[in-house]
């Protein structure tokens, strides 16, 4: 398998320009982002699907009465605390 990071492994950074640097270092936090916030939206879920379908499974391929509402709420709170940690963040950055 020679994928993307068997090439990267054989690169020299000492070579690149710093330009190149930087870009590179960028696209590497970029990418840990992008790893958090998935790791989150799975965690939401799991998290989610665990307090609002009990028995673990979705009868007739669709939520029901209690869960879709459950499941709407839970991810409004689990925004909405998000986005006062970020603000407070924010806040404290300043």
């Known amino acids: ?49 665990r307090k609002c379908i009990p028995a673990g499974t979705i009868k007739n391929g669709k939520l029901d009465k209690y869960e879709e509402p459950c499941m709407r709420q839970c991810v409004d709170r689990f925004l909405d605390a998000n986005i006062v940690v970020l603000r407070e963040l924010e806040r404290l950055r300043q």
């Open 1 to 49: 398998m020679d994928g993307l990071g068997g090439g990267l492994a054989n690169v020299d950074v000492t070579r690149l320009s710093d330009a190149d640097k930087q870009q590179l270092q960028q696209f590497a936090i970029n990418e840990g982002q992008k790893a958090r916030i998935q790791s989150s939206i799975h965690s939401l879920t799991d998290t989610c699907f």
